[in-house]
């Protein structure tokens, strides 16, 4: 459901909306290395690298095996 919801937002440029459907998808899966990717992505277009940062090293011990995402944090 939040994935989907998530999707459609920035498909629309409903970047605001957007953000509320990945920190939900987060809350119920904090693991998911593509959201917290892509919820990054927002804070940076939101001018906001502090939150984009800490979002993605929060994590990083956990999702050490994931190229993709080490590869965003870098």
Do not use: C, G, K
């Not at 804070?43 to 994590?59: F, K």
């Amino acid at each position: 459901h939040y994935v989907r919801e998530a999707d459609t937002a920035i498909a629309r440029r409903e970047f605001d909306r957007a953000l509320i459907f990945y920190r939900a998808w987060l809350s119920r899966a904090p693991l998911q290395p593509q959201a917290r990717i892509t919820l990054a992505q927002l804070y940076l277009a939101s001018r906001r690298p502090d939150l984009a940062q800490n979002l993605l090293i929060q994590r990083i011990d956990d999702l050490a095996a994931d190229e993709a995402y080490l590869r965003s944090v870098l």
